[in-house]
């Protein structure tokens, strides 16, 4: 059965404050990692897929990773406008659907 | 119009109601997804179609009813709820395919509140 752990599960930092989220997999045959933004009572919003180990994407503050077992979202020097829920899903093997973690509060404090 | 559109954003309901969520998407994908997401759980997959069929049933209460017409629109029809699913309901869908992972296009959710 494929596996997402998030962590932390909340993380509050200071403006310009650099930090990482993780995001660990446990998978048969990784066809895609996916991070996705979601803000409250709104869907979420996608952000990255990656494809294989040692991949990156950058979107602004935003840069993804993926190795083998984990990917990260590096976030720097954030925004009060980055606050917001951060969700990692994998897709693997024959599965249509995506298997999503629980997700990552960020809270940006001015 | 444009991606995934759900209709109403806000629903309350009693148990003993009968209400529907409609899902549309502009984007010319050939699978749509409902998805139930609560307070500090992941999001679980409800129901699958794919080219309209219903391919997947992630043993979901029959409750739950959904209806997918064609391949832009589906729906998710409920009735004799319980309070416990009071959740956001989000609908999703992408284009399939073999090979590398195809991610998906979310709406908005609707807000289900059961009293």
């Known amino acids: 059965e494929d596996q997402v752990t998030q962590s932390p599960e909340a993380l509050r930092l200071q403006e310009g404050e650099s930090s990482s989220l993780n995001c660990s997999y446990t998978v048969s045959g990784l066809r895609g990692l996916f991070w996705y933004r979601q803000d409250p009572g709104k869907g979420p919003e996608f952000l990255f897929t990656l494809y294989s180990a040692g991949e990156e994407k950058e979107k602004e503050r935003l840069k993804a990773t993926l190795t083998k077992k984990e990917s990260f979202l590096h976030i720097t020097a954030p925004k009060p406008e980055d606050s917001a829920t951060y969700l990692c899903?994998?897709?693997?093997?024959?599965?249509?659907?995506?298997?999503f973690g629980s997700g990552t509060q960020l809270t940006v404090l001015p | 119009e444009t991606g995934v559109t759900q209709t109403p954003r806000h629903l309350v309901m009693g148990m003993t109601n009968k209400k529907s969520l409609k899902c549309e998407q502009h984007?010319?994908?050939?699978?749509m997804y409902w998805y139930k997401q609560s307070a500090k759980k992941p999001l679980e997959l409800m129901f699958v179609?794919?080219?309209?069929?219903?391919?997947e049933n992630n043993s979901v209460p029959s409750r739950f009813s959904p209806e997918c017409p064609n391949s832009s629109h589906l729906f998710l029809h409920l009735h004799t709820l319980q309070p416990e699913d009071s959740a956001l309901y989000l609908c999703a869908s992408s284009q399939e395919g073999t090979g590398v992972g195809y991610g998906y296009t979310f709406g908005s959710g609707t807000r289900l509140t059961v009293v």
């Open positions: 179609y794919s080219l309209e069929e219903r391919v």
């Open positions: 899903a994998v897709q693997a093997g024959s599965a249509r659907q995506l298997t």
């Open positions: 984007l010319g994908h050939n699978a």
